[in-house]
């Protein structure tokens, strides 16, 4: 967050700068080529943790190459922890700015960089998921799950629009106000989801039935965050995730999942929001707790085939 | 806390200045005379909420009359939210000013004013307490408790020694603290207390046996701000009060007694955590969670009488 991003107290998260497309047949300009492009993510940043998630899961990981930045962030913003293998830079910002020599707003990931133009396409993580899931699709694995089926898109796409605005975003909200209406909005709205989305999954495996799909991908990164982070730094304390028995249960089920529990990293996650916002946490001490076992059993496979 | 009381990134609380003890024969030149002395405290602090609970719990109401102070402290503490009728002070300072007008230090609650000689007598709250339950006792209510039994003085003292370096002083060195490693050394130390308090709970009702002790007066004020306060804000998060059952029960059974629940002020404890400390919350925004029910059966009666 930089301080542009706070007006009233609330909390308005900045515009994507880059927001080109690769497409299948390159009418783009930018063919999806195995080994053309590079993504750079942070395991810390759950927008970035969706574009892991789906690696994965489709079977990407040698089409798409991916660098990983440091989880600590200063005012230079994302930094690697050596100079990118690929690309040569140190800092994010580098890629932002050859790119583009004026832009002026927070280097954000995920990100994707396209080693021919040697420029980032998009930094629109809303649509890099979607674009793995469809214009990649010949150089999914074997087997690899629909997570974006034709016939569900209209539905996902609302789900994940009320998703983003209290819950992903949502979390944003509470913890960046410096106004308590602000907040307490926020806070209203996140938990007003949340209790849906508990009975929602009462009785259904995922969010649209016994297959995982996209509006998962999204739930997931804030709920594997929230006890260890969003709960105590983001002050969104009325219940916290194993307080809901049905929420609880589905994200272990989803942790259970290689491409979900194997792009998850607890001690990035926490040391980047604990050591990153000083105008949250001046101390920049890192909480020890919480105590949480991903890895009890869920109890949900009677739910559906998975 | 002040600048003063971080050394090495460590919290080191200060001394108490104002040490003179009333006594029940006048020795020390306070005799214990109902009427003649007044006591500050607020509804947040921990440590003002043991002399509440007291005075109720033996009947001191008529006996020593009370001062509160506002939730909100700023730069110059303490203040009245009208003029305190019987010192005429608008803020606790001019208290400690008049007694001492070399003093430099944090103007602290609870506090014992003498209306005779119009100075502080004490600001000494581990004695506070003891004082209110030995040298008061000819104007203890009929049938109140004996909260500090003298064959049991020195086992009580003995854990409340425990309890205040790792638990009730605890959760403010690991809160203010701004070196990782104090932090995790108070984190440590607390919830290795509260995990033996868990199990020493088990077969008792109170921490010694069937009634109340100076012991349980000591121990419930931070009970009944962990989960609201120093969980999130003080960073003590391994577990929550509500995830230990028979301290999470013990607290809601002393909740159920009316010098304990009627003492307690959770809407003035958060504020003014969240209030007063620009160097942990800088927003000052208040959490609206958690979400805690404080009345819910306690079902611990079979193991004492009470």
Not at 103 to 130: A, M, S
Request: aromatic share 14%.
């Amino acid at each position: 967050m930089i301080a542009q991003e706070i007006s009233g107290g609330r909390f308005v998260r900045q515009p994507n700068r880059f927001t080109d497309t690769i497409t299948a047949d390159g009418s783009s300009g930018y063919p999806a080529e195995p080994g053309r492009y590079r993504l750079f993510v942070s395991y810390a940043c759950p927008w970035a943790h969706r574009t892991l998630i789906v690696r994965r899961l489709l079977g990407l990981e040698a089409a798409i190459g991916v660098g990983v930045v440091d989880p600590i962030r200063d005012e230079r913003g994302w930094r690697f922890p050596e100079r990118d293998e690929v690309t040569g830079a140190v800092f994010l910002s580098e890629l932002y700015l050859s790119s583009d020599p004026s832009f002026e707003g927070r280097y954000t990931v995920p990100c994707v960089w396209d080693t021919v133009t040697e420029r980032l396409v998009t930094n629109d993580y809303p649509k890099i998921t979607t674009m793995f899931e469809t214009e990649f699709a010949a150089h999914h694995r074997a087997g690899a799950p629909d997570l974006y089926p034709a016939e569900l898109r209209l539905e996902i796409d609302a789900l994940n629009e009320v998703v983003f605005t209290t819950v992903n975003n949502g979390v944003y909200k509470a913890g960046f106000a410096t106004a308590q209406d602000a907040y307490e909005e926020a806070f209203d709205a996140l938990f007003e989801t949340l209790d849906r989305l508990e009975e929602r999954l009462a009785g259904r495996r995922y969010l649209f039935g016994d297959r995982v799909t996209e509006a998962d991908v999204r739930l997931y990164p804030t709920l594997a965050r929230f006890d260890a982070v969003y709960y105590s730094h983001f002050k969104c304390n009325l219940r916290r995730l194993v307080d809901y028995p049905n929420l609880w249960a589905y994200a272990r089920d989803l942790y259970a999942i290689p491409a979900f529990g194997g792009t998850t990293d607890f001690d990035h996650i926490k040391r980047h929001y604990y050591g990153t916002h000083p105008h949250i946490n001046p101390s920049g001490v890192v909480p020890k707790g919480p105590a949480m076992d991903w890895t009890a059993p869920h109890g949900r496979a009677h739910l559906g085939t998975g």
